[in-house]
């Protein structure tokens, strides 16, 4: 159950980071390049390091503690079934 978790907080984090990748602008756009031929015109392109950061452990833990709970749900639910084991007929 640990690697499961591990592995689908590791996937989390992945998608986390990657949905903010794609979505976050790290160069400007072709409208932006043609205004700078404007005088005093300067484009402004921000850092996507924290938001990608942030989106990583956000996706980790809220992966990691999903597949938690569906885990301590499928270990009750073994020893449940266990400690109700059907009887042998006589």
Same mark, same amino acid.
């Given at each position: ?14 998608? !986390?980071?990657?949905?903010? +990748?794609?979505?976050? &602008? ?12 404007? &005088? ?5 392109? &921000? ?6 950061? !942030?989106? +990583? ?9 999903? +597949? ?14 266990? *400690?109700?084991?059907?009887?042998? *007929?006589?």
């Amino acid at each position: 159950m640990f690697v499961a978790i591990s592995l689908t907080g590791i996937l989390g984090g992945v998608i !986390g980071y990657g949905l903010v +990748a794609s979505t976050c &602008p790290d160069a400007p756009t072709r409208a932006e390049r043609m205004l700078e031929q404007v &005088p005093g015109f300067r484009t402004s392109t &921000p850092s996507c390091a924290l938001p990608e950061l !942030g989106a +990583a452990l956000l996706g980790t833990v809220i992966a990691a503690v999903g +597949a938690g709970v569906i885990a301590i749900l499928v270990l009750r639910a073994q020893s449940e079934w266990r *400690r109700h084991a059907p009887r042998p *007929r006589a």
